[in-house]
């Protein structure tokens, strides 16, 4: 299998119209929608790292901090998303308990892994499974979104709960590391390019 | 893979843009990182000490849940509860804010606070929605701990400024911890709690005053309990004290600086008094000197209690300090012995001004002098005690001193401790004796003799009797017959009158007695004459010349 770039070809990220490159070093501006062209992201693995680690990094407080912190007359309780998860499933809601799991803990961490995988096979020219990792890729592409819920559900509380001397609510310092996780890995995928998988498999890599 | 290229010429590498080694997109997660471990820094540092409390019960204690509150601010939070001490306590661990580390001294206290209602209050009504707390107070240690023993009660007045004293009682009476205390029946303070003295003798409460108004415990400040309705039946009537409802349901307590006491400077903390039972034994002078004599009586000592007052001419001027019994050693007799406490002071306040000079030289004089004025009052004036009953009612009794002149002469010994002086039996005991007296002298009056002496004069009565019904016989026979010949003769003369007045009827008053008849007619005869001089004076009026010329032959009569 021959790769476009490697017959001088390039396809506009933009509109998707392969053209020939304008000169094998820049690939120029696309003729049909005017979108500056590249063969590869550059530094796609570079970036990809960092907004990894950064997304990291922000995991640990997203899950250490509470995300929500509720006064009532009785007492002052906060709340990091394990122990809402523990709480529902102590409460007997499991099925909600396994949406904040999976929305709130298991993707973002699931992401993390994912990414981490593909961005070290990619930089070890790994030739395996490139349809999978493609796959894979894609996963990760499409459900990043989807683990906003939890921040979804925290600002709908805060803006909701407010009985004010009875009972209010107040985001935790936690929502804000797990929106910079969420919104970091999101970029993280969106900066890595699905491409790099496949120039091992030509045999060359045409790394960075 | 080799290709079909058909040169092999060398081919050029793409290498990537200079200057760009690095992306910018780094700056990123090195953020992150600083914003995470700085988060992190903090956390630890602001971080403060964890600390152990030991309970003997963690009544609504919840890890995670539970505060530690001073003064109504969270400076802790309990992490962990569990059971220690081979399951006998309750150990709470708790993690304390660092800015309120330097609390945790070796004297500070924790308590469990939990809803309360009691008589005299309801406390502690916030834990009922936001749950138990851990009460704290703070200690003065400069030493810090993480251990502690935790109370099971709240100490009074926490966190509230006064000051402590300690009362002396001889029972607890109605008090609790958190009885009130009242001063001039304001609420000031309360029990703060209380202990047998290790002999158990007596019991120690204590109070705590609070701030503003600790300064009116003066040394001399009495304490008497205020507990439920002072009621004393006295000779002066009934009188009724109460502080306040509450005291009335829960007791309590009240001071007052007595009368006669200065008011020095405020007491120190922690100053020891002791608790009188009520007002009045509380508010009473000091009595500084105090001499005892020794009464024997020969009647019962019923209603006469340690206490009671002795009175001298009916002024107070000591108290009964002991009743009892004593053995004489010679004649194994037993008598009721009272002692009796007089206080001079007393006395000297009824004494006026001018004879006050004479009874101060003779107390400053030698007890050879006194001894001989209270020898002189007893043996010239017989100034003896007596048991008098001071209320009709509750029968009480007190000790009397009067002048009693007719009592028999007693000498008195008044050396040694506690001289004996004299006494003379109760009015009471008295009038029982009179009348024992009466009755037994009628007891012994010769009813059987009078009673056959008041036969033999009924008897002689009845002679007497019957002798008058013969005389009345006789005269009836005697007197009666002659009687009744005058009574005859009067009769008879009677008649006779009555026939002279029917006589004197018939001639004078009859239609033809001769005396009517003479009177008719003269009458007549009256009238005849009567009649010739009305014809002759009708004459005279129609022909008065015949007077003169005599009578015309009637022509008139011829017309």
Same mark, same amino acid.
């Given at each position: 299998?021959?790769?476009? *770039?490697?017959?001088?070809?390039?396809?506009?990220?933009?509109?998707?119209?392969?053209?020939?490159?304008?000169?094998?070093?820049?690939?120029?501006?696309?003729?049909?929608?005017?979108?500056?062209?590249?063969?590869?992201?550059?530094?796609?693995?570079?970036?990809?790292?960092?907004?990894?680690?950064?997304? *990291?990094?922000?995991?640990?407080?997203?899950?250490?901090?509470?995300?929500?912190?509720?006064?009532?007359?009785?007492?002052?309780?906060?709340?990091?998303?394990?122990?809402?998860?523990?709480?529902?499933?102590?409460?007997?809601?499991?099925?909600?308990?396994?949406?904040?799991?999976?929305?709130?803990?298991?993707?973002?961490?699931?992401?993390?892994? $994912?990414?981490?995988?593909?961005?070290?096979?990619?930089?070890?020219?790994?030739?395996?499974?490139?349809?999978?990792?493609?796959?894979?890729?894609?996963?990760?592409?499409?459900?990043?979104?989807?683990?906003?819920?939890?921040?979804?559900?925290?600002?709908?509380?805060?803006?909701?709960?407010?009985?004010?001397?009875?009972?209010?609510?107040?985001?935790?310092?936690?929502?804000?590391?797990?929106?910079?996780?969420?919104?970091?890995?999101?970029?993280?995928?969106?900066?890595?390019?699905?491409?790099?998988?496949?120039?091992?498999?030509?045999?060359?890599?045409? $790394?960075? | 893979?080799?290709?079909?290229?058909?040169?092999?010429?060398?081919?050029?590498?793409?290498?990537?843009?200079?200057?760009?080694?690095?992306?910018?997109?780094?700056?990123?997660?090195?953020?992150?990182?600083?914003?995470?471990?700085?988060?992190?820094?903090?956390?630890?540092?602001?971080?403060?000490?964890?600390?152990?409390?030991?309970?003997?019960?963690?009544?609504?204690?919840?890890?995670?849940?539970?505060?530690?509150?001073?003064?109504?601010?969270?400076?802790?939070?309990?992490?962990?509860?569990?059971?220690?001490?081979?399951?006998?306590?309750?150990?709470?661990?708790?993690?304390?804010?660092?800015?309120?580390?330097?609390?945790?001294?070796?004297?500070?206290?924790?308590?469990?606070?939990?809803?309360?209602?009691?008589?005299?209050?309801?406390?502690?009504?916030?834990?009922?929605?936001?749950?138990?707390?851990?009460?704290?107070?703070?200690?003065?240690?400069?030493?810090?701990?993480?251990?502690?023993?935790?109370?099971?009660?709240?100490?009074?007045?926490?966190?509230?400024?006064?000051?402590?004293?300690?009362?002396?009682?001889?029972?607890?009476?109605?008090?609790?911890?958190?009885?009130?205390?009242?001063?001039?029946?304001?609420?000031?303070?309360?029990?703060?709690?209380?202990?047998?003295?290790?002999?158990?003798?007596?019991?120690?409460?204590?109070?705590?005053?609070?701030?503003?108004?600790?300064?009116?415990?003066?040394?001399?400040?009495?304490?008497?309990?205020?507990?439920?309705?002072?009621?004393?039946?006295?000779?002066?009537?009934?009188?009724?004290?109460?502080?306040? &409802?509450?005291?009335?349901?829960?007791?309590?307590?009240?001071?007052?600086?007595?009368?006669?006491?200065?008011?020095?400077?405020?007491?120190?903390?922690?100053?020891?008094?002791?608790?009188?039972?009520?007002?009045?034994?509380?508010?009473?002078?000091?009595?500084?000197?105090?001499?005892?004599?020794?009464?024997?009586?020969?009647?019962?000592?019923?209603?006469?209690?340690?206490?009671?007052?002795?009175?001298?001419?009916?002024?107070?001027?000591?108290?009964?300090?002991?009743?009892?019994?004593?053995?004489?050693?010679?004649?194994?007799?037993?008598?009721?012995?009272?002692?009796?406490?007089?206080?001079?002071?007393?006395?000297?306040?009824?004494?006026?001004?001018?004879?006050?000079?004479?009874?101060?030289?003779?107390?400053?004089?030698?007890?050879?002098?006194?001894?001989?004025?209270?020898?002189?009052?007893?043996?010239?004036?017989?100034?003896?005690?007596?048991?008098?009953?001071?209320? &009709?009612?509750?029968?009480?009794?007190?000790?009397?001193?009067?002048?009693?002149?007719?009592?028999?002469?007693?000498?008195?010994?008044?050396?040694?401790?506690?001289?004996?002086?004299?006494?003379?039996?109760?009015?009471?005991?008295?009038?029982?004796?009179?009348?024992?007296?009466?009755?037994?002298?009628?007891?012994?009056?010769?009813?059987?003799?009078?009673?056959?002496?008041?036969?033999?004069?009924?008897?002689?009565?009845?002679?007497?009797?019957?002798?008058?019904?013969?005389?009345?016989?006789?005269?009836?026979?005697?007197?009666?017959?002659?009687?009744?010949?005058?009574?005859?003769?009067?009769?008879?003369?009677?008649?006779?009158?009555?026939?002279?007045?029917?006589?004197?009827?018939?001639? &004078?008053?009859?239609?033809?007695?001769?005396?009517?008849?003479?009177?008719?007619?003269?009458?007549?005869?009256?009238?005849?004459?009567?009649?010739?001089?009305?014809?002759? &004076?009708?004459?005279?009026?129609?022909?008065?010349?015949?007077?003169?010329?005599?009578?015309?032959?009637?022509?008139?009569?011829?017309?």
């Amino acid at each position: 299998m021959t790769s476009a *770039a490697r017959q001088g070809l390039v396809s506009c990220l933009t509109c998707r119209l392969l053209t020939r490159t304008a000169s094998p070093t820049a690939p120029g501006h696309c003729p049909r929608c005017g979108a500056r062209m590249v063969v590869r992201r550059h530094h796609s693995l570079q970036r990809t790292w960092a907004l990894v680690i950064a997304a *990291a990094i922000c995991y640990v407080p997203a899950n250490v901090l509470p995300v929500l912190t509720t006064t009532t007359v009785a007492s002052t309780g906060s709340d990091t998303i394990m122990g809402g998860v523990v709480y529902l499933y102590q409460s007997g809601s499991w099925p909600l308990a396994l949406i904040v799991l999976i929305a709130s803990v298991m993707i973002p961490l699931g992401k993390l892994i $994912a990414l981490g995988h593909l961005l070290i096979s990619v930089q070890r020219g790994s030739v395996a499974n490139p349809r999978d990792r493609s796959r894979l890729y894609r996963v990760v592409d499409v459900i990043g979104r989807w683990s906003m819920l939890d921040v979804f559900v925290d600002s709908f509380t805060v803006a909701l709960v407010q009985l004010s001397p009875l009972m209010s609510v107040q985001p935790g310092p936690g929502v804000v590391f797990f929106m910079a996780v969420v919104v970091l890995t999101m970029l993280a995928a969106q900066s890595f390019d699905p491409r790099l998988i496949w120039d091992p498999a030509e045999g060359q890599g045409e $790394a960075r | 893979m080799e290709t079909d290229t058909p040169d092999h010429l060398p081919q050029a590498k793409l290498v990537p843009p200079k200057g760009a080694r690095f992306s910018a997109i780094w700056i990123i997660p090195i953020l992150a990182a600083v914003v995470a471990i700085g988060i992190a820094v903090q956390r630890i540092l602001g971080e403060g000490p964890t600390i152990t409390i030991v309970f003997n019960a963690a009544e609504g204690i919840e890890a995670n849940k539970t505060f530690i509150k001073y003064k109504d601010v969270n400076i802790g939070q309990v992490t962990a509860v569990r059971l220690t001490n081979k399951f006998s306590k309750v150990a709470v661990t708790a993690e304390i804010q660092k800015d309120a580390a330097e609390l945790m001294v070796e004297d500070a206290k924790f308590w469990v606070v939990r809803p309360e209602i009691t008589l005299s209050g309801i406390s502690g009504l916030g834990t009922l929605l936001a749950g138990n707390y851990i009460g704290f107070e703070a200690g003065n240690s400069e030493r810090r701990q993480t251990t502690f023993a935790g109370l099971d009660q709240a100490p009074v007045a926490a966190g509230e400024s006064g000051r402590q004293y300690t009362l002396i009682a001889r029972d607890l009476g109605s008090l609790s911890v958190g009885s009130p205390i009242y001063y001039r029946r304001l609420r000031v303070g309360q029990v703060a709690g209380y202990s047998l003295v290790p002999d158990g003798s007596e019991v120690r409460i204590k109070i705590f005053i609070n701030a503003p108004y600790d300064r009116y415990v003066y040394p001399s400040t009495r304490f008497w309990n205020a507990s439920g309705i002072d009621a004393s039946l006295t000779a002066e009537g009934v009188s009724v004290r109460t502080e306040s &409802l509450v005291a009335l349901l829960v007791g309590g307590l009240a001071f007052d600086l007595p009368p006669f006491a200065a008011r020095e400077p405020a007491a120190a903390t922690e100053a020891t008094f002791t608790l009188y039972a009520d007002r009045l034994a509380a508010m009473k002078a000091p009595d500084p000197v105090a001499r005892h004599f020794v009464l024997y009586f020969k009647e019962s000592l019923h209603n006469l209690s340690v206490g009671a007052p002795v009175t001298l001419f009916g002024l107070n001027i000591g108290e009964v300090t002991s009743v009892g019994l004593q053995v004489d050693p010679d004649s194994a007799d037993v008598k009721p012995r009272v002692t009796i406490t007089f206080y001079p002071e007393r006395a000297m306040a009824y004494i006026d001004e001018k004879s006050k000079g004479i009874v101060e030289s003779l107390s400053s004089a030698d007890a050879q002098r006194r001894a001989a004025f209270v020898r002189r009052l007893v043996e010239e004036r017989g100034l003896r005690g007596q048991l008098k009953s001071a209320s &009709l009612i509750t029968g009480q009794l007190y000790v009397a001193f009067d002048y009693h002149p007719g009592a028999p002469k007693q000498k008195v010994d008044l050396d040694g401790p506690t001289p004996i002086l004299p006494t003379v039996p109760s009015a009471l005991a008295n009038l029982e004796e009179k009348l024992g007296s009466v009755v037994d002298k009628i007891d012994r009056m010769p009813l059987e003799a009078i009673g056959s002496d008041i036969k033999k004069d009924l008897e002689s009565l009845d002679q007497t009797l019957t002798s008058v019904r013969k005389l009345v016989t006789n005269a009836d026979n005697e007197l009666v017959p002659g009687l009744k010949r005058d009574i005859d003769a009067l009769h008879r003369t009677l008649e006779t009158a009555e026939r002279a007045m029917a006589n004197a009827n018939t001639s &004078l008053l009859e239609s033809n007695a001769p005396v009517q008849q003479d009177l008719r007619d003269a009458l007549s005869e009256f009238t005849r004459a009567a009649r010739s001089l009305r014809v002759l &004076l009708n004459e005279l009026e129609r022909q008065p010349s015949s007077v003169i010329r005599g009578k015309v032959e009637s022509r008139s009569g011829a017309k």
